[in-house]
Every structure is written in structure tokens, then in C-alpha cells.
């Protein structure tokens, strides 16, 4: 079983629309979370950082939830733009100078 | 500034050769780390490198995989015997340092090099 599992695999919406994408992890002790978007054909880029004392980071549209307690955390888009249309990586430190975990990614499609 | 960079941007090898693949992290970054990221799986890290420590290998899948990081800088990850599963994306990334802080950990990641074996 991952040990940072990544919900749903795979969500389209409208231009425009909202939406959240979810992400559970196992991982402890817990240091720090990041979420990342990774463009076709690119490599992943950093949107938000929280550690386990934050609950929330927006960066412009994103909105990134943590719950350590819960051991999740959710993605927020608001009022999607075509750009948006990527994969967007959960991350997980273990613990501080640890190895990084992937989640498997979601793969968000904006249509206009 | 310059980011990460990484060359070749696509390599098709046959079964059998043997490749290497290049990464230049940005400049005055301590740690450089490689990934390989096949069709719908998530990254899956092999080597790590923190300044001059002993690399962390417990990610490369086989002794056909190795690594070096010459002068602390550049970075090449070299394929022997390519197999077919061998076919991914590669990914390099560099950060500042692997300590001090989340956004000192923060990794820059290359645009990676697409591995195809045939």
C-alpha cells in the first residue's frame, strides 16, 4: 500500500469551476507536505509547503488543507483556467532531512 | 536564473546499450536527487547526493544503475544493459540543502529526459 495515496486519479471540469483533489498519507513521523504541478513534458513545480503546524497555504487560486491529526490533505482550485490542466503530486517528508514520497498524482483536465 | 537542466531531452536506445544521461543542477545547490517516472506511476526516487557524504543509493533498482556527481556540481546517471522497463522519464532535481527548513528542502526539478528502450 502507498504510503501517500492520491484521490481521484483523474478529474475533468469546466473553465471556470472549482475543485479539490485529495490526499491521504501514512507517513510518520511527519515533517512536512507539499503539493507540486507537474505540466506534460515538464517537471514538477512547487505550489504550496506545510508543515504539520499549518493547516492551511494558499498560493493566488490554490488552497492547500492539512489535517495531521487526520493525516490528509486537500487541494483547492478556484475558478480553473485551461493552465490548470496538469498533474498535481502530493508529497510527504518523513521526518526532517528524509526522503521525499510521491503520491501517484491526479490528473486534472480544464475544458473550455 | 537558471534552473535545472538535463540532456539529452529524449534518448531511444536499443535493448542491450548502454546510456547516460546528464543533469546540471542550479548553481549552489548542496543536494541533487534523480527520479524516474514511468507512464501513470508517480516518481520513484533512486540516488541521492547531500555535498560530499556518500551518496544514498537505496533507490537504484539494480547494479546496472549507477551515479556520480563530480566537483559537487553536475550530475550523470549512467544505464548499463538497458532492458525495456528501463523506459521512463528521468527526473533530476536539486535543492538547496536537505535541512533548515521546508523551503530550504524545496527540490527544483529538470525538465527531465525521456528514456524510450526498443
Known amino acids: 500500500k502507498n504510503q501517500v495515496e492520491q484521490s481521484p486519479q483523474s478529474l475533468i471540469i469546466l473553465e471556470g469551476k472549482n475543485c479539490t483533489l485529495q490526499c491521504n498519507y501514512t507517513v510518520s513521523p511527519f515533517s512536512n507536505l507539499r503539493w507540486y504541478k507537474q505540466d506534460t513534458g515538464r517537471g514538477p513545480v512547487s505550489l504550496t509547503i506545510?508543515?504539520?503546524?499549518?493547516n492551511t497555504k494558499s498560493n493566488g487560486r490554490y488552497t492547500a488543507t492539512l489535517d495531521a491529526d487526520t493525516k490528509q490533505s486537500s487541494l483547492h482550485i478556484t475558478a480553473s483556467q485551461l493552465s490548470d490542466s496538469a498533474s498535481y503530486i502530493c508529497?510527504?517528508?518523513?521526518?526532517?532531512?528524509?526522503?521525499?514520497?510521491f503520491g501517484q498524482g491526479t490528473e486534472l483536465s480544464v475544458k473550455p | 536564473g537558471a534552473g535545472v537542466s538535463q540532456s539529452p531531452s529524449n534518448k531511444v536506445t536499443e535493448k542491450g546499450k548502454d546510456v547516460e544521461l546528464r543533469c546540471d543542477p542550479i548553481s549552489g545547490h548542496t543536494a541533487l536527487y534523480w527520479y524516474r517516472q514511468s507512464l501513470g506511476q508517480g516518481l520513484e526516487f533512486l540516488i541521492y547526493f547531500q555535498g560530499n557524504s556518500a551518496p544514498d543509493k537505496s533507490g537504484l533498482p539494480s547494479d546496472r544503475f549507477s551515479a556520480e556527481r563530480t566537483g559537487g556540481s553536475v550530475s550523470t546517471l549512467t544505464i548499463q544493459r538497458t532492458q525495456q522497463e528501463d523506459s521512463a522519464v528521468y527526473l533530476c532535481?536539486?535543492?538547496?540543502?536537505?535541512?533548515?527548513?521546508?523551503?530550504?528542502?524545496?527540490?527544483?526539478f529538470g525538465p527531465g529526459t525521456r528514456l524510450l528502450v526498443l
Open positions: 532535481a536539486s535543492s538547496p540543502q536537505t535541512s533548515g527548513g521546508p523551503r530550504q528542502e524545496t527540490q527544483y
Open positions: 506545510m508543515t504539520f503546524s499549518e
Open positions: 508529497v510527504v517528508r518523513g521526518n526532517q532531512g528524509g526522503k521525499l514520497i
